[in-house]
C-alpha cells in the first residue's frame, strides 16, 4: 500500500520560510519523479515544483522560481521543499505527488498517488 505521508507546515509571517517533507512509502521511491502542488480556497489545483526520479531534473511554477527548492532523499525515501521568501499569495494547502519514472510534462497533474496534504498559512 503506498503511502505519502506530508509534514512542515505551518503558520508564518510575509517573508519567512518553511520546509515541507513527503515521506513515502510502499513503493520503489528512487523509481518515481515526485511533484509539489497546492490549491487555495476557491481556486483549482496547481503546479508548484517536481524532480525526476533520475538525473535530478527539476520544474518550478514561474510563481515560485527563485524562492522554492525541490530536493529528494531517496536513502529516506522523502522529498522536500524549501519555501523561501514566503508571501500570503502562497497560502494554500500542499500535496505532494508521486508517478512512476516520469521525466517530462511535470507539470500534468497526472499522477500515481497524492498525499492528504499539510496547510501552509503565510499571515501579511
Known amino acids: 500500500q503506498v503511502q505519502l505521508v506530508e509534514s512542515g507546515g505551518g503558520l508564518v509571517q510575509t517573508g519567512g520560510s518553511l520546509r515541507l517533507s513527503c515521506a513515502a512509502s510502499?513503493?520503489?521511491?528512487?523509481?518515481?519523479?515526485m511533484g509539489w502542488f497546492r490549491q487555495a480556497p476557491g481556486k483549482e489545483r496547481e503546479f508548484v515544483a517536481a524532480?525526476?526520479?533520475?538525473?535530478?531534473?527539476?520544474d518550478y511554477a514561474d510563481s515560485v522560481k527563485g524562492r522554492f527548492t525541490i530536493s529528494r532523499d531517496n536513502a529516506k525515501n522523502t522529498v522536500y521543499l524549501q519555501m523561501n521568501s514566503l508571501k500570503p499569495e502562497d497560502t494554500a494547502v500542499y500535496y505532494c505527488a508521486a508517478d512512476s519514472f516520469r521525466l517530462s510534462s511535470f507539470r500534468r497533474p497526472d499522477y500515481d498517488y497524492w498525499g492528504q496534504g499539510t496547510q501552509v498559512t503565510v499571515s501579511s
Open positions: 524532480i525526476s526520479w533520475s538525473v535530478g531534473m527539476t
Open positions: 510502499g513503493l520503489t521511491f528512487s523509481n518515481y519523479a
